[in-house]
């Protein structure tokens, strides 16, 4: 994995330069976190397509400022697709990026053969409690992920690095992530997806119950939905196996 900088924006990237003749799925990374979340997928994709995940402007390595819509978001995705000319583009994100995503599908249809949404919904309301929390003392909002984005099942010690490392944020932008989140409502919008779209949802996410996943594989016309057993908001960390599996299935039946 390489990690590197184009246009002010961070990314790593599984090989560089791309592959003309792969497809690139673009992970696009949650509300105040950074392109260290996908390094399970990253790593795993590198010899089947083009893996590249993206620190979303403010974000890890990125020039700020942050966003606070996930307008302004998807066309800084949109235009960083555009810098590193990805070959047949395909957007991945998690609970904010899945937002991303939503909306690039919605908005850009022509230009993405695939979606995939991961524990995410097409209204993303945000309760007052994260927004008291960072702005009290942002460790304390650290510490609430450890205790509901990980299912019960796992040990949230065990994955604390990986979390640690992919939660290091500026509290201003956290913030802003989570407005954008809360300001995000697709819901009539869905019907104009046409492309395949892939719905990874978990048994134990708290924060994207199950039924936001169900709502999506129902509006949109051509989704799959796949649900991850015994994981919670952050499967991609806590099973990466199970979903790195799902997404490649997903990958060979659709652009085969």
Known sequence: ????EMGGIGYTSGHWPLDPEKPTVVFIHGAASNNA???????????IVNAVAIDLPGHGTSEGPGKENISDYAEAVLNFIDLIQAPR???????MGGAITQQLLVSHKDRFPAGILINTGARLKVIPLIFETIEKNYRDFVEMLFAV?????SSSEK??????????????????DFRACDGFNVMDKLGLIEVPVLVLTATDDNLTPLKYGTFLANSIKNAELVTI????HFSPIEKPLEVNQAINDFLSRTLR
């Open 1 to 4: 994995m390489e990690n590197r």
């Open 149 to 153: 984005a990980i299912s019960g099942k």
């Open 229 to 232: 057993q015994d994981a919670g």
């Open 37 to 47: 979340f996908w390094r399970p997928q990253v790593k795993y994709f590198s010899e």
């Open 159 to 176: 994955f604390r690095p990986e979390i640690e490392v992919s939660s290091i944020c500026q509290p201003a932008v956290a913030s802003g």
């Open 89 to 95: 583009p395909i957007p991945c994100g998690l609970s």
